[in-house]
Each structure stands twice: as structure tokens, then as C-alpha cells.
């Protein structure tokens, strides 16, 4: 259905065919210009950010133990404690942002996590530590599906799924950064160091994105009052695009219900539950392995220098898989793509954890499994944002990002008993295999549920 952007139904013959702006096929047509890289790159710091601030936890974790004289069990409700906050977080985000804007909540989310990060520098205890660490991710959980959603609604179409994958690269960046700047900093400083550069980054980079980030164009469209906002950024994506004699015009559907009910309704609620199974497993594993790598690869033996640079090698691989993921993605079936990485993944896990650990062996196949299962937790993203429409899509994103943030919460607690219990190396990487098994099988269904749906839609 199309809806003009004064908000109410009407037909599209009031208006003359010359002074009409449909908005879907106008950003869609976009080729790639100067704008969109501004908004990419600004969404890529976001996850940058994030991806220091979630992972810096992990790499720390060893030099907390030490300092702080704990075992890892006590270690384990830390690791878990942020990441349920960014489930929380991406609950609460993406309603938010249908609401209020998708650029409100980025900046403010981002500026919150970064105070609560400072905060968490000078943290007297563990339990202050742990709540500090579920304030933080808070604001991360609200940011991150944002940054994903913005940079998709803004992406030509023939772009989409590689302009999502190359941002959620930011977090892989983000997070190889935290484990080289580990290495040094806490060997010329101390742990604390990690949370202060965690804060205070992401303090002065809201301030950057609250002058340079731009509101999403089909957000704006649906809210009259904000005409003028959007004519004026129709004409920095495209001069002259658009007047004050424009109307646009928008494809929606009916929006009697909230978005969170239509996410959890025919057509879309099958799908829906794909997607949140497919992320949960893949979550599991990517969280599983941020929070307890580095102490599984210093507990063989190799040094908390060494461990921190092994741990990195998957963010590297990530960085890579996600930019090659995107092209794929956009070039040929999404789901069949994104099965064949996860399955690329359990062959990597079950090789490392049926091979005996070599520094140089270890680097290199945990840059491999990088590649294909922290791009594939990403490519969620792609999926989803090209599946729900403009209305629905950051409640859609957020909140199959915040049931996936349960999967990274088990992950981690899971990890935490895998410890306890006197689980080794190969143990651990060997159980991996099961949750990206069931994450391949979930793109698959999801696929199926679309045909099955538009089958459905054609016949009546």
C-alpha cells in the first residue's frame, strides 16, 4: 500500500505524476554517492565501538582473575551480565526507534554505554563491575541493530546486503582491536586502561554523530510534522530531487497493530521464529568464544600476550568474511549462502577441536573460523533488514538481535560451566558444531517459509 508522507491514505491520482516522489523506488535506484559512504562509515564506528566495548570484557578476563583473585566461575556472571543488558537494550531499541528515530537512539545509546564503560574503569568489586557491565550493555544493545537498520534503509538495494555485512564489519574491527590494544595496554598499564579508552571513544564520537548522522529518510516519511527534514535530505542524496510541491510517497502495509505484534503475526511470525533461532545458535557460538578464548587458549598453555593475539585472529577473520559474505549475499540466494558458511564453520571447529594446539596451526584455523561464523552471526542482519518492511524493520532487527543476545548470554554462562566442569580445548570446540548446525538448518527454513508464504499470497 502507498501512503503519501502527510500520514494519511489517499489516492496516488491527487497528486500530479511530475510532483510525486516514491520513496522506496527513489532510495532503492540510488547509485553510490558520496552520502552513502558518510552514513556507512558513521555506522561502521558505531559498530566499532561496540565491538571494543562487548569483547574488551573477554580479553581482560585473564588479568582480572590475577589481579582480582577469582576463579573463573566468579568471572562467568561479568561476561554474562553485559550481554543481557544488550538484550534488554535491543527489547527496548527498536520500538524506540520506530518511534523516535532511528539517529536518537544511536546517539544517545552511544553516549550512554560510553559513560557506563568509564564508570566501569574504577569499579571497587565484582558486583559493582557486573552492574555496571548490564548498564553498558544497555546502550549497546540499543545501538547496534540501529547502526544495521539506518545504513539499510539509506543502501541502493543492489547494495543492501553488502552495505549491512561492511558495517557489522566495524564490530570485528572493533573487537581485533580490543584484543592487540589488550595485549599492550594491560602489559604497559593494567586492565583498567581497556575501559577507559572503552569510554571515553564512545563520549566524544556521540557528539560526532549527533551533527553529522542523518535520520532515516523512510522513517521521516512516515511522520508529517518532519516534511521538510526530508525534503531537504532527498536533495542531498540526489539535488533537485525533490520541492515544496512534492509529495511522497511510501509503500507500506496497515499498521493497526504495533510493530511488535506484526512481527509476531501472519505472514511474518514463522519467519520471525527462523530468524531468532538461526541468530540465538549462531550468538551461542560467537559469545561462547569472545568471553573464553582467551583464557581456553592461555589454559594450554601459551602466554596472555599470545592468548589475546590468537583471540583476535577470529575477529580478523570475521572482518574479511563479512565484506566477502555481503557480496555473496547480494550476488547469489542469501539463504543458501549463509547455510553453506555455517556449515563452513562446523568444519573448522570440529579441526580445532581434534587437533593438537600449535601457535601457528591455531592462528591460522581460528582466522578461519573468523571468516564463516562471526560473518554468518552478520549476515543475520542482511536477512532481516531485507525481509521486514520500513514500519516493522528496527522492531524486526532489534528485537531478533536482542532473542540472539539470550543465545550470547547462554554462551557465555554455558562457557562459564564448561570450565567448571574441567571441559579442555578440544571438548569445547568439538560441542560448537551442534548450535551452527541448527543456525545453517534455520536459514534454510527461513527460506522455505518465504517461498511457502508468496505461494500462499499468489493463490488467493
Same mark, same amino acid.
Given at each position: 500500500?502507498?501512503v503519501?508522507?502527510?500520514?494519511?491514505q489517499?489516492?496516488?491520482?491527487?497528486?500530479?505524476p511530475?510532483?510525486?516522489?516514491?520513496?522506496?523506488?527513489?532510495? /532503492?535506484?540510488?547509485?553510490?554517492?558520496?552520502?552513502?559512504?558518510?552514513?556507512?562509515?558513521?555506522?561502521?564506528s558505531?559498530? $566499532?565501538? /561496540?565491538?571494543?566495548?562487548?569483547?574488551?570484557?573477554?580479553?581482560?578476563?585473564?588479568?582480572? $582473575?590475577d /589481579?582480582?583473585?577469582?576463579?573463573?566461575?566468579? !568471572?562467568?556472571?561479568?561476561?554474562?551480565?553485559?550481554?543481557?543488558?544488550?538484550a534488554?537494550?535491543?527489547?527496548?531499541?527498536?520500538p524506540?526507534?520506530? *518511534?523516535?528515530?532511528?539517529?536518537?537512539?544511536?546517539?544517545?545509546?552511544?553516549?550512554?554505554?560510553?559513560?557506563?564503560?568509564?564508570?566501569?574503569?574504577?569499579?571497587?568489586?565484582?558486583?559493582?563491575?557486573?552492574?555496571?557491565r548490564?548498564?553498558?550493555?544497555?546502550?549497546?544493545?540499543?545501538s547496534?541493530?540501529? #547502526?544495521?537498520?539506518l $545504513?539499510?534503509?539509506?543502501?541502493p538495494?543492489?547494495?543492501?546486503?553488502?552495505f549491512?555485512?561492511?558495517?557489522?564489519?566495524?564490530?570485528? &574491527?572493533?573487537?581485533?582491536?580490543?584484543?592487540f590494544l589488550?595485549?599492550?595496554?594491560i602489559?604497559?598499564?593494567?586492565?583498567h586502561?581497556i575501559?577507559?579508552?572503552?569510554?571515553?571513544?564512545p563520549?566524544? !564520537?556521540?557528539?560526532?554523530?549527533?551533527?553529522?548522522?542523518?535520520?532515516?529518510?523512510?522513517f521521516?516519511?512516515? *511522520?508529517?510534522?518532519?516534511r521538510?527534514?526530508?525534503m531537504?535530505?532527498?536533495?542531498? &542524496?540526489?539535488?533537485g530531487?525533490?520541492?515544496?510541491?512534492t509529495? %511522497?510517497?511510501?509503500?507500506?502495509?496497515?499498521?493497526?497493530k504495533?510493530?511488535? +505484534?506484526?512481527?509476531?503475526?501472519q505472514?511474518?511470525l514463522?519467519?520471525?521464529?527462523?530468524?531468532?533461532?538461526?541468530?540465538?545458535?549462531?550468538?551461542?557460538?560467537?559469545y561462547?568464544?569472545?568471553?573464553w578464548?582467551?583464557?581456553?587458549?592461555?589454559?594450554?598453555?601459551?602466554? %596472555?600476550?599470545?592468548?589475546? +593475539?590468537?583471540?583476535?585472529?577470529m575477529?580478523?577473520? =570475521?572482518?574479511?568474511?563479512?565484506?566477502?559474505?555481503?557480496?555473496?549475499?547480494?550476488?547469489w540466494?542469501?539463504?543458501?549462502?549463509?547455510?553453506?558458511?555455517?556449515?563452513?564453520?562446523?568444519?573448522?571447529?570440529?579441526?580445532?577441536?581434534?587437533?593438537?594446539?600449535?601457535e601457528?596451526?591455531?592462528?591460522?584455523?581460528?582466522?578461519?573460523?573468523?571468516?564463516?561464523c562471526?560473518?554468518?552471526n552478520?549476515?543475520?542482519?542482511?536477512?532481516?533488514?531485507?525481509?521486514?518492511?520500513?514500519?516493522?524493520?528496527?522492531?524486526?532487527?532489534?528485537?531478533?538481535?536482542?532473542?540472539? +543476545?539470550?543465545?550470547?548470554?547462554?554462551?557465555?554462562?554455558v =562457557?562459564?560451566v !564448561?570450565?567448571?566442569?574441567?571441559?579442555?580445548?578440544?571438548?569445547?570446540?568439538?560441542?560448537?558444531?551442534?548450535?551452527?548446525? $541448527?543456525?545453517?538448518?534455520? #536459514?534454510?527454513?527461513?527460506?522455505?517459509? !518465504?517461498r511457502r508464504?508468496?505461494?500462499?499470497?499468489?493463490?488467493?
Amino acid at each position: 500500500m502507498s501512503v503519501p508522507a502527510g500520514g494519511n491514505q489517499t489516492s496516488e491520482d491527487a497528486v500530479q505524476p511530475n510532483t510525486t516522489l516514491k520513496l522506496n523506488e527513489f532510495l /532503492d535506484a540510488q547509485p553510490v554517492r558520496g552520502f552513502h559512504w558518510r552514513v556507512l562509515l558513521l555506522c561502521l564506528s558505531v559498530l $566499532i565501538m /561496540d565491538g571494543f566495548d562487548i569483547v574488551s570484557i573477554g580479553f581482560i578476563a585473564p588479568a582480572l $582473575i590475577d /589481579d582480582w583473585g577469582i576463579t573463573k566461575a566468579e !568471572m562467568g556472571p561479568v561476561l554474562s551480565a553485559g550481554l543481557f543488558g544488550m538484550a534488554l537494550g535491543a527489547f527496548a531499541g527498536g520500538p524506540l526507534a520506530d *518511534r523516535f528515530g532511528r539517529r536518537n537512539v544511536i546517539v544517545g545509546s552511544v553516549f550512554f554505554f560510553g559513560v557506563m564503560s568509564l564508570l566501569s574503569a574504577w569499579s571497587p568489586n565484582l558486583t559493582v563491575l557486573t552492574a555496571l557491565r548490564f548498564l553498558t550493555g544497555l546502550g549497546l544493545g540499543a545501538s547496534q541493530p540501529n #547502526a544495521a537498520t539506518l $545504513i539499510s534503509e539509506f543502501a541502493p538495494k543492489h547494495r543492501r546486503a553488502l552495505f549491512v555485512s561492511f558495517v557489522y564489519c566495524g564490530f570485528t &574491527i572493533g573487537a581485533a582491536g580490543g584484543g592487540f590494544l589488550s595485549a599492550q595496554l594491560i602489559a604497559t598499564y593494567n586492565w583498567h586502561s581497556i575501559l577507559i579508552v572503552g569510554g571515553v571513544v564512545p563520549m566524544v !564520537m556521540a557528539v560526532v554523530l549527533h551533527v553529522f548522522l542523518p535520520e532515516s529518510a523512510r522513517f521521516m516519511a512516515l *511522520r508529517p510534522a518532519r516534511r521538510a527534514e526530508l525534503m531537504a535530505l532527498v536533495n542531498k &542524496i540526489r539535488p533537485g530531487a525533490a520541492n515544496a510541491a512534492t509529495a %511522497f510517497v511510501i509503500d507500506t502495509i496497515p499498521a493497526a497493530k504495533g510493530s511488535v +505484534r506484526l512481527i509476531l503475526s501472519q505472514p511474518f511470525l514463522l519467519v520471525t521464529l527462523a530468524l531468532w533461532v538461526g541468530l540465538f545458535m549462531n550468538n551461542l557460538t560467537v559469545y561462547l568464544l569472545n568471553s573464553w578464548l582467551p583464557v581456553l587458549v592461555k589454559d594450554v598453555g601459551f602466554s %596472555f600476550e599470545t592468548a589475546a +593475539r590468537i583471540g583476535a585472529m577470529m575477529q580478523i577473520g =570475521g572482518t574479511i568474511g563479512n565484506i566477502v559474505l555481503g557480496w555473496e549475499m547480494d550476488r547469489w540466494n542469501p539463504h543458501r549462502v549463509m547455510a553453506l558458511t555455517l556449515l563452513g564453520a562446523v568444519a573448522a571447529a570440529l579441526v580445532i577441536g581434534n587437533t593438537a594446539p600449535d601457535e601457528t596451526m591455531l592462528m591460522l584455523v581460528i582466522l578461519v573460523l573468523g571468516y564463516f561464523c562471526t560473518s554468518a552471526n552478520t549476515g543475520w542482519a542482511a536477512l532481516a533488514a531485507s525481509y521486514y518492511p520500513t514500519e516493522m524493520r528496527a522492531t524486526g532487527t532489534a528485537w531478533m538481535t536482542a532473542v540472539g +543476545r539470550f543465545g550470547a548470554i547462554l554462551g557465555a554462562s554455558v =562457557g562459564a560451566v !564448561m570450565m567448571a566442569a574441567g571441559w579442555g580445548f578440544s571438548q569445547v570446540f568439538s560441542f560448537l558444531a551442534l548450535p551452527l548446525s $541448527i543456525a545453517a538448518a534455520a #536459514a534454510m527454513a527461513k527460506a522455505f517459509l !518465504m517461498r511457502r508464504n508468496r505461494r500462499l499470497t499468489e493463490t488467493t
